[in-house]
């Protein structure tokens, strides 16, 4: 039993994948990368890159998290490959998961798998299609202003809901609607009321 533990230790140590060959499994279910024009330009244990003029295509063994992922870099600017699948088929992208394994059969068919998605999905961003980029880039821009305005509304849910509890409809007004993207059935009924009931107190 503690050898098998030991086993299992050594297999979740972070410090050597080396027995998970995955350099040489990403070259062989990659190989279209190649036929892109695309040259490795650096193999670790975790990580192989390529590189083609002045695009970049990292896939990668998780160091801590084990996921198989992938990100292709554009003139600087990297788009992971879950943003690519995204931007391509927002309904492939509701199922998409990144593959997460710690055994060197499960680096195999989640690399395999990766290179069907990248095959499908990534073709516009390897080549550097400057429309599709404009998209990726407005999706992280939504993204960002969509995470800003839930941060937002954690911190004003909870007030607005107290000035509407005291009555302090003008309050509530303003509270409201400043997330009022982000409101409930029952906020926006809320927030309707207190409209009227704060012009009402005018």
Request: hydrophobic share 35%.
């Amino acid at each position: 039993f503690k050898e098998q533990l030991l086993d299992t230790a050594e297999l979740m140590d972070m410090a050597d994948r080396s027995h998970f060959n995955l350099e040489k499994k990403v070259r062989e279910a990659f190989v279209f990368l190649s036929n892109l024009g695309f040259s490795e330009i650096e193999s670790l244990p975790t990580l192989v890159r390529y590189q083609n003029g002045g695009i970049e295509v990292d896939i990668y063994h998780g160091r801590q998290s084990y996921e198989i992922g992938a990100g292709i870099s554009v003139f600087g600017a990297r788009y992971s490959i879950s943003e690519i699948i995204q931007a391509s088929d927002p309904e492939m992208f509701k199922q998409f998961r990144y593959a997460m394994t710690t055994t060197p059969e499960g680096v195999t068919s989640a690399l395999e798998e990766l290179s069907l998605l990248m095959n499908r999905y990534a073709n516009t961003a390897l080549e550097g299609d400057q429309k599709f980029i404009m998209v990726l880039e407005k999706q992280r821009k939504q993204w960002s202003e969509d995470y800003a305005l839930d941060v937002l509304a954690k911190q004003l849910r909870p007030k607005a809901s107290e000035a509407f509890r005291q009555k302090d409809y003008s309050t509530a007004t303003d509270l409201y609607s400043r997330i009022r993207k982000c409101l409930s059935t029952a906020e926006l009924k809320k927030l309707d009321f207190s409209i009227k009931h704060s012009k009402t107190a005018q």
